[in-house]
């Protein structure tokens, strides 16, 4: 598929590796739910932050990866 569309496969793999890092921290994943349990903190009070540090930021991060591969800047 990259090479059909013009991408490089270094590109390709970056911009798939950070897609991945920035989809596993929904609410009900494991991890998820045991670090919130060990540190003694509830859903409601601990998922926004955690939810910023690994789902926005690795999500704005994949974005600018693409826009950057696009342009052929990375």
Known sequence: MSQTSGIPL???H???SIACGGLNTMPHDGAVVTYLSYCK???KRGYFD???VAGAIP???NIVAIILGTIGIV
């Open 10 to 12: 270094a590109v390709f």
């Open 14 to 16: 970056r911009v798939g």
């Open 41 to 43: 903190i509830s859903h």
């Open 50 to 52: 955690m939810f910023i």
């Open 59 to 61: 999500i704005l991060a």
